[in-house]
């Protein structure tokens, strides 16, 4: 079997048995350090009439347009590809180079069950200058490697000048380990990234990358959003800029600086320490995981996000939170429409060369 196709097959499988990680049977201790799934069969509670309450104003919320600032807003019911996801001609179009890595070289994540293979799809844009150094987007479960998505997108938003010359780096997630390195909430996964994978992407590609924190993205759905928030949240010297669709910014894997796993952001993280120079994104859908269950319960997708886009704004970060009308978890039709103008927020205040 090709080995791009396994793991694009085993990417897709892991996102879509997010729901299946909230019934598994108790979890066994993890490593030490690493944190440990939320395990047992727990019932959910039944949300609460203020918990149905908050969620009713989502759909109310101001619609999503371009051009719009910090906030709150909703989008849908109905969704169309955004234009920029056609691949054009008339413009220069970039590159892509794959490579795998085996994680028995790895001296963070090596295979709980056995060495694997992970592949890293690395875009360059045309107008790349060897030798500067790129601002670049981090993805997690290789989010935007399929049908050419990302590479379109940048290829028809750096000819347009609404994005500046930006490198993407699309990399697979652990396959069985996948929430061992995404829903722990401390900085392992990051300096991974740090330390393994951005250097691999250097040496097998030639470009070099940005060390400056304004010039770097993380970006990602679901356990994948939550990546990308811990990130940027654990190692903000190294990333300013954070993208997510169905954040699981909930209690799912709990660890000594989680006890609640990625509801501390809402919960604790933010609400108690410093404002950080972060600039979110971050979406959410109607018919997100748990989206009838009580707030208690730490484990309602919708309501964890909403309660994360409320501590941001309290807080004064520069944020957009968008509500997705009849939309599912990491709804791929709310992608396609969203994400252009997504990625131009993330990077409004970044110079673009000719602009």
Request: charged share 20%.
């Amino acid at each position: 079997m090709n080995r791009r196709f396994l793991a694009s097959v085993i990417t897709c499988f892991m996102i879509a048995s997010v729901g299946g990680i909230l019934a598994q049977a108790p979890a066994q201790p993890a490593p030490a350090g690493k944190g440990a799934p939320k395990g047992g069969q727990r019932p959910a509670t039944v949300a609460t009439p203020e918990d149905l309450a908050d969620i009713a104003k989502l759909p109310n919320l101001p619609a999503w347009v371009k051009g719009a600032g910090d906030g709150d807003f909703s989008t849908g019911p109905d969704y169309t590809p955004a234009p920029e996801e056609t691949q054009r001609v008339g413009i220069p179009h970039g590159k892509l180079i794959e490579f795998f890595m085996n994680s028995a070289s790895s001296k963070v994540f090596p295979g709980v069950n056995g060495p694997f293979e992970r592949l890293v799809s690395v875009y360059i844009p045309a107008q790349y200058v060897p030798g500067r150094p790129a601002p670049f987007i981090f993805s997690a479960d290789s989010y935007g490697l399929r049908d050419r998505q990302l590479a379109n997108i940048l290829d028809n938003m750096i000819a347009d000048r609404r994005l500046p010359v930006m490198v993407a780096v699309m990399v697979a997630n652990g396959g069985p380990e996948r929430s061992l390195e995404y829903d722990t909430v401390s900085p392992v996964f990051a300096d991974f990234v740090e330390t393994e994978i951005l250097p691999r992407v250097e040496k097998e590609t030639g470009v070099k990358l940005t060390t400056d924190p304004e010039g770097r993205m993380t970006y990602g759905g679901s356990s994948g959003g939550a990546m990308a928030l811990t990130m940027a949240w654990f190692r903000t010297e190294r990333y300013h800029r954070v993208l997510s669709y169905s954040g699981t910014f909930v209690d799912l894997r709990e660890g000594p600086e989680a006890p609640h796993g990625a509801y501390e952001y809402p919960e604790h993280f933010f609400p108690d320490n410093p404002v950080k120079p972060l600039r979110i994104w971050m979406h959410v859908s109607e018919n997100d995981i748990r989206a009838k269950t009580a707030s208690a319960d730490r484990r309602n997708w919708v309501i964890a996000n909403q309660r994360l886009a409320s501590v941001l704004k309290a807080k004064g970060y520069h944020y957009q939170f968008v509500y997705a009308k009849n939309a599912g978890h990491v709804d791929g039709k709310v992608i396609r429409q969203t994400l252009p103008q997504a990625l131009e927020y993330v990077w409004q205040d970044y110079p673009i060369s000719g602009k």
